[in-house]
């Protein structure tokens, strides 16, 4: 059973950075594709970015491109989320989640996902 912890999450200004991390536990997390969603007040939850069991594809929605950065660390069983030039409309509660995933079509899908975390909330001001 894998389980998942995600932290780094604050209350920041418009422009600042932030990192995410997102730790497992349980599990073979290497074997999993894992991604980010958020999910606004009042909003549906929607994907952020996603990165393959070996790190070597990533992709990432078009309101995040060029500013998020997603990796991992399958040694330390971490995943990050490395978010730059920061808006209020990337304010949201953050969540991480895993799954085996095989298709590309499915990377943006929740229901693809098996494993989610609590999330944590990241607050951009303007």
């Known amino acids: 059973q894998v389980q998942l912890a995600e932290s780094g999450g604050g209350l920041v200004q418009a422009g600042d950075s932030l990192r995410l991390s997102c730790a497992r536990s349980g599990g073979t997390f290497s074997m999993y594709t894992v991604a980010w969603f958020r999910q606004a007040l009042g909003k549906e939850r929607e994907f952020v970015a996603v990165?393959?069991?070996?790190?070597?594809?990533?992709y990432y929605a078009d309101s995040v491109k060029g500013r998020f950065s997603i990796s991992r660390d399958n040694a330390k069983n971490t995943m990050y989320l490395q978010m730059n030039s920061l808006k209020p409309e990337d304010s949201a509660v953050y969540y991480c989640?895993?799954?085996?995933?095989?298709?590309?079509?499915?990377?943006?899908?929740?229901?693809?996902?098996?494993?989610w975390g609590q999330g944590t909330q990241v607050t951009v001001s303007s």
């Open positions: 990165i393959r069991w070996n790190g070597g594809i990533t």
């Open positions: 989640a895993a799954g085996v995933i095989l298709s590309g079509r499915d990377y943006s899908r929740l229901s693809a996902y098996d494993y």
